[in-house]
């Protein structure tokens, strides 16, 4: 599902709102927690999961081309790590998700906030 998808179903599910203002409150939604992130705090959705930020920190690290060593820069990254109600949904066995292969499909979810 992209963020035009989620606008889209939000607004479906709730009538009484116009899709811009669904928009306005998803974009500052995501806005707070890539600026939490932005200043290495911890943001955490109960039941979804929980947005951090870890320190990889600088290393060598090979061409795969040449085989030749290459510096490669300390970084932060975004890490994410699902919520216990998050895994128990994902791992229900249903006939919906039997046969991807761990692969996860097209098909869209309820999102409940």
């Known amino acids: 599902m992209i963020k035009s998808e989620l606008v889209e179903k939000l607004a479906n599910d709730n009538p009484q709102l116009f899709a811009r203002d669904i928009e306005k409150i ?13 200043e290495g705090n911890r943001v ?5 999961g929980a947005f951090s930020v870890k320190h990889r920190a600088a290393r ?8 030749e060593a290459v510096a490669i820069d300390e970084k ?8 216990k109600e998050m895994r128990e949904r994902l791992n229900r066995k249903s006939p919906k998700n039997d046969n991807q292969g761990g692969q996860g499909g097209d098909n869209v979810v309820d999102v409940k906030f």
Do not use: H, Q, S, Y
């Open 26 to 38: 998803v974009n500052t939604v995501f806005d707070e927690i890539a600026g939490a992130l932005a």
């Open 44 to 48: 955490e959705l109960r039941g979804f």
């Open 60 to 67: 060598i690290g090979r061409n795969p081309r040449t085989g």
């Open 76 to 83: 932060w990254t975004p890490f994410f790590k699902a919520g």
